[in-house]
């Protein structure tokens, strides 16, 4: 029941209607009995800094940022956390005393499902990530301090992969690549795991972000597109023996994180989970 005292949380995107953080956060207000909602606003690219300046004068409390804005947002921001401004990039806004504060939560999020639910330590192993977007360069420099012995990048643009891994390097001191389409091949039989942080894979009609053929029973295949949670990509990596590991995991947590940080109060992990598996379910029918 909304209420003229309730606070309002949401996600910045475009387009954003795809999105299951209001199912999952409003899921989550109602467990704890706090008066609160969660809305999706889509925010058109030319239109983010009018929106950004709305934030405090409407009252909203607390935010998360998706596609396209997850770094394009910062500049409008008062303060990034010490892991956003490593990372460069931002998935969640925090209003602390009429101040806007930039986190990003994709990375830690990300790694807790990859520990919680492939049972997968990414200490002295190998990756090759696909895209170089926000949650990629989340993604990437959470690897890097969680211990991993090599990242390779791999983007269609080459020139942003580049930049990601050199920025990786020069702030961890961990090998990294940037992967040509010829590299792949090579790498990809060198790798531990292999990471899908593009949008391939929300449509059927996408392509396989990477050539089924450079997966193989050793690996670890994971996919951040959530919806289908069976995608095509961990479809053929299931039938190439590997292990696979879905996305619907790092959104769970990423939301868990950004919760607490908005409320300050510990998250209902089982009722957010049960709210995300829910809004998937009906949509496999």
């Given at each position: 029941?909304?209420s003229g005292k309730?606070s309002?949380?949401?996600?910045?995107?475009?387009?954003?209607?795809?999105?299951?953080?209001p199912?999952?956060?409003?899921?989550?207000f109602?467990?704890?009995?706090?008066?609160?909602?969660?809305?999706?606003f889509?925010?058109a690219?030319?239109?983010?800094?009018?929106a950004?300046?709305?934030?405090?004068?409407?009252?909203?409390r607390?935010l998360?940022?998706t596609?396209?804005?997850?770094e394009?947002?910062i500049?409008?921001?008062?303060?990034?956390s010490e892991e956003?401004?490593?990372?460069?990039t931002?998935?969640t806004v925090e209003?602390?005393e009429?101040?806007?504060?930039?986190?990003?939560?994709d990375?830690?999020?990300?790694?807790?499902?990859l520990?919680d639910?492939?049972?997968?330590?990414p200490?002295?192993?190998?990756f090759?990530?696909?895209?170089?977007?926000?949650?990629?360069?989340?993604?990437?420099?959470?690897?890097?301090l969680?211990?991993?012995?090599q990242?390779?990048?791999?983007?269609?643009?080459?020139a942003?992969?580049?930049?990601?891994?050199?920025?990786?390097?020069e702030?961890?001191?961990?090998?990294?690549?940037?992967?040509?389409?010829?590299?792949?091949?090579?790498?990809?039989?060198e790798?531990?795991?292999?990471i899908?942080?593009?949008p391939?894979?929300?449509?059927?009609?996408d392509p396989l972000?990477?050539?089924k053929n450079f997966i193989?029973?050793?690996h670890?295949?994971?996919?951040?597109v959530?919806?289908?949670?069976a995608?095509?990509?961990?479809v053929?990596?299931?039938?190439r023996?590997?292990k696979?590991?879905?996305?619907?995991?790092?959104?769970?947590?990423?939301g868990?994180?950004?919760f607490?940080?908005?409320?300050?109060k510990?998250a209902?992990v089982?009722v957010?989970?049960?709210?995300l598996?829910?809004?998937?379910?009906p949509?496999r029918?």
């Amino acid at each position: 029941m909304i209420s003229g005292k309730t606070s309002l949380y949401g996600i910045f995107g475009f387009p954003v209607g795809h999105s299951f953080s209001p199912a999952m956060h409003n899921a989550a207000f109602k467990k704890l009995g706090l008066d609160a909602c969660y809305v999706p606003f889509a925010v058109a690219p030319d239109r983010l800094a009018e929106a950004v300046r709305s934030i405090i004068p409407l009252g909203i409390r607390g935010l998360n940022v998706t596609v396209p804005h997850k770094e394009r947002v910062i500049p409008y921001l008062d303060e990034l956390s010490e892991e956003a401004r490593l990372t460069g990039t931002v998935n969640t806004v925090e209003v602390r005393e009429g101040r806007l504060v930039g986190h990003t939560t994709d990375g830690r999020g990300f790694l807790r499902s990859l520990r919680d639910e492939a049972g997968f330590d990414p200490r002295g192993k190998s990756f090759v990530l696909f895209g170089s977007g926000g949650a990629g360069r989340a993604i990437g420099f959470s690897l890097a301090l969680a211990g991993a012995r090599q990242i390779a990048v791999r983007d269609v643009d080459e020139a942003k992969a580049r930049l990601l891994s050199q920025d990786i390097a020069e702030k961890t001191g961990i090998t990294t690549s940037a992967l040509s389409p010829e590299m792949l091949v090579g790498y990809c039989n060198e790798a531990d795991c292999l990471i899908n942080a593009t949008p391939l894979g929300l449509k059927k009609e996408d392509p396989l972000p990477l050539d089924k053929n450079f997966i193989n029973k050793n690996h670890l295949v994971s996919d951040l597109v959530y919806n289908p949670p069976a995608t095509a990509l961990l479809v053929a990596a299931k039938r190439r023996g590997a292990k696979t590991l879905r996305g619907l995991g790092m959104l769970l947590y990423q939301g868990v994180i950004a919760f607490e940080i908005w409320t300050g109060k510990k998250a209902p992990v089982e009722v957010m989970k049960k709210a995300l598996t829910a809004q998937v379910l009906p949509q496999r029918r």
